[in-house]
């Protein structure tokens, strides 16, 4: 068997994501996922994990805890992992600067709008609030400033003026659980990197609006 890429998931909620990146986990996408963690002891996304028999873990913040010292007891937890990529999958947490770069270049998040379009929270309805008629998702390395990280894949879908958040939401997710595992596999493949705050493909740079198929 291909060597398989050790990865680590961080959910907060659902694992929707975290389950379209299980589902495609095979020689084909020659990655495993070693472990799971949450923020959220109640995430549904760890009944996922335990369903497919990966370690799950969970590190919850402590009541006036600083968010730098909820991320060096994260890194602690990481690192028992020894993750290659780190997958951020619903991950309702902003990391601070110092953890970011532990791990800047092997770590990647997917966030439900056309960055740089939305970043932050409640992106479906501001779209639809603005009559956007277009939406989408996008895969991005991660980086200090929240949401801003260079951009690897998007995936566009239309919005329809009867639009509700909740119709809105579905239709990105099925976009979101394609384009994930394409981009881990892209990494396990070893064809992804980032230098000075771009995305390479193959040694080509991708565009702010993420790979580009001739
Ligand atoms: N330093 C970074 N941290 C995180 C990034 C990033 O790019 N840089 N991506 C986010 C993921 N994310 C959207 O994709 C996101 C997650 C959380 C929040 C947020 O406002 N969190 C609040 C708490 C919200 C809650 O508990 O419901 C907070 O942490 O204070 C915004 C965007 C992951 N982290
Ligand atoms: N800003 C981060 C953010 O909003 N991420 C979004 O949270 C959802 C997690 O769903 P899941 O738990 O079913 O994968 C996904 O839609 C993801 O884009």
């Known amino acids: 068997m291909a060597k398989q890429l050790r990865v680590l998931v961080l959910i907060s909620g659902n694992g929707s994501n975290l389950q ?10 020659q990655a495993d996922v070693v472990g799971v963690i949450s923020n959220q002891p109640d995430a549904l996304g760890l009944q996922r ?7 799950t873990s969970c590190v919850i ?3 006036g805890e600083s968010r730098e010292s ?16 780190i997958v ?12 970011v770069s532990q791990y800047e270049g092997r770590m990647i998040n997917i966030h439900p709008s056309l960055l740089p379009k939305y970043t932050g929270l409640n992106t479906h309805q501001r779209a639809i609030d603005a009559k956007d008629t277009e939406h989408g998702a996008s895969v991005h390395f991660v ?14 879908v239309p919005v329809y003026a009867e639009d509700t958040a909740e ?9 979101e659980h394609a384009i994930y595992p394409i ?10 990197e980032m230098k000075d705050n771009l995305a390479f493909l193959d040694g080509e740079l991708i565009g702010p609006s993420g790979f580009a198929p001739d």
Do not use: N
């Open 143 to 156: 980086t200090p400033q929240l949401d801003s990280g260079p951009v690897i894949l998007q995936a566009r």
């Open 183 to 192: 981009v881990v596999k892209w990494f396990a493949q070893g064809r992804l």
């Open 49 to 55: 994990a335990h369903h497919a028999e990966i370690d």
């Open 88 to 99: 951020l999958a619903g991950f309702m947490r902003i990391l601070s600067d110092d953890f």
């Open 167 to 175: 119709l809105l939401t579905e239709r990105v997710y099925e976009q």
């Open 20 to 29: 379209a990146i299980i589902d495609s986990c095979d020689d084909h996408l």
């Open 70 to 85: 909820y991320d060096l007891r994260l890194q602690q937890r990481i690192e028992k992992y020894q993750p290659e990529l």
């Open 61 to 63: 913040a402590r009541k």
